[in-house]
C-alpha cells in the first residue's frame, strides 16, 4: 500500500476542504494553501499526514511533519500550527484519527502482553508504520458504504489501534490508557477544564480531582504540556472564545462571560495580547468590510512571534 493511494482516496472524500466522516469517526484535513500560525488545542488522537508540510509549536519545541508521518498526541495540548506546503494541485491532506477511550483500553485488555512503554512523550512526530497502511485504506474506502461502516469500522480502527499499540509510537497511549498513571491524571484534568470554561480555576479543586497535592498538579502539569494549570486553562478559554467570536452568533459580553471571564475589558484585552487584534475585528461583519489580504495574513500574536520564518519558497 501506498502514500498515494490512500492520499487519493482522502481527495475522494474531501476534495477542497476539511470534512469530518461521521460513519468512521475520522476527520480529513485538506489545505489549498500554506496558512499563517493559528492557535490550536491537540486532544489525544493519531494523525497521519500524505501530502503537503505543516509545522507545529508546542509546550516541547518546534514540530514539522510530511508525507509519510505519523503525529500523535496524548493529551490536551495547545499549540500553532502553520501549513507550510500545498497548494490547489497538490493540497495538504492528513487523516484525525481521534484517541477512543473504550476501544483502546478493551483491545489492551484482550492482548495477553503489552509492551512497557519504554519514553512517553505526549506529542511526537514518527515515521508512519507500514502495518498502519491497509487497515487505514481500508477504513477509508467504508466511507462510501455507510451500512457496512457502521458493522465493520470499529474494528478496522481496532486494527489501526493494535498496530501503533505494539510499535514504537504507542507507549504514550498504553501509559493513558492504564488508571492512575500520570498520563491518565492529565488527561482527565484537562478533559475536565475543557467541559468547565466558565470556571474560575481553583487550583486545589483542580488538584482534588487528580487526587494530587498542589505541587504535583503544578509538576505533572509542567511535564505534559508545558504550561501551568493556571496558564493552559486561559488559553484553553481564549480559543474557545476565539472560535465563537468568529462563529459571530453571541457577542462580546455574551462569549467573555460564556469562557469565564470577569469582564468584557478583561476578555477584549487578553485576546489582543493572545491573538493580536482585538476581537470586534474577528466578527464576520468585521472580516466582509475588511480587505481579503488583512486575513489572508492576520497580525502575529505573541505566540505566532516565536515560530521561526517559513522555508524561502513555501
Known amino acids: 500500500m501506498r502514500l498515494d493511494d490512500i492520499g487519493r482516496r482522502l481527495a475522494d472524500i474531501a476534495p477542497t476542504a476539511t470534512t469530518d466522516v461521521p460513519g468512521l469517526g475520522v476527520r480529513v484535513h485538506v489545505a489549498l494553501h500554506p496558512t499563517p500560525p493559528i492557535p490550536v488545542i491537540f486532544e489525544p488522537m493519531l494523525y497521519l499526514v500524505f501530502q503537503g508540510t505543516k509545522r507545529l509549536l508546542g509546550p516541547g519545541g518546534e514540530l514539522t511533519y510530511g508525507p509519510g508521518d505519523l503525529v500523535t498526541t496524548a493529551v490536551h495540548t495547545p499549540a500553532l500550527t502553520e501549513v507550510l506546503v500545498a497548494s490547489a494541485d497538490k493540497p495538504y491532506r ?6 477512543d477511550p473504550q476501544l483502546v483500553t478493551a483491545l489492551i485488555a484482550d492482548m495477553h502482553t503489552t509492551p512497557a512503554p519504554a519514553t512517553v512523550e505526549t506529542i511526537a512526530v514518527h515515521p508512519l508504520p507500514e502495518k498502519v497502511l491497509d487497515p487505514v485504506h481500508r477504513l477509508l474506502r467504508l466511507a462510501d458504504e455507510p451500512d457496512a461502516a457502521k458493522v465493520l469500522a470499529h474494528g ?4 489501526v489501534w493494535y498496530r501503533v499499540l505494539t510499535g514504537p509510537d504507542g507507549g504514550a497511549f498504553l501509559d493513558l490508557s492504564r488508571t492512575n498513571s500520570l498520563l491518565h491524571r492529565a488527561h482527565a484534568v484537562t478533559t475536565w477544564m475543557h467541559q468547565n470554561l466558565d470556571e474560575p480555576f481553583d487550583a486545589g479543586r483542580v488538584a482534588a480531582l487528580a487526587n494530587m ?8 502539569f509542567k511535564s505534559a504540556t508545558g504550561a501551568s494549570p493556571g496558564s493552559y486553562h486561559k488559553q484553553l478559554r481564549l480559543m474557545e ?4 467570536v468568529v462563529q459571530g452568533a453571541d457577542t462580546i459580553q455574551q462569549i467573555a462571560a460564556s469562557v469565564g471571564f470577569a469582564s468584557p475589558s478583561q476578555f477584549t484585552r487578553d485576546y ?5 487584534t482585538a476581537p470586534k475585528a474577528d466578527f464576520p ?7 481579503p489580504s488583512r486575513y489572508e495574513h492576520p497580525p502575529r500574536s505573541a505566540w505566532a512571534r516565536s ?3 517559513r522555508p524561502a519558497g513555501t
Request: charged letters at 35%; glycine letters at 6%; aromatic letters at 8%.
Open 241 to 244: 472564545g476565539r472560535r465563537r
Open 156 to 159: 478496522v480502527k481496532r486494527e
Open 307 to 309: 515560530l521561526p520564518p
Open 285 to 291: 461583519a468585521a472580516r466582509e468590510r475588511s480587505s
Open 272 to 276: 489582543r495580547r493572545a491573538f493580536g
Open 213 to 220: 497535592s498542589v505541587t504535583s498538579l503544578y509538576r505533572l
Open 94 to 99: 492528513a487523516l484525525e484519527i481521534p484517541f
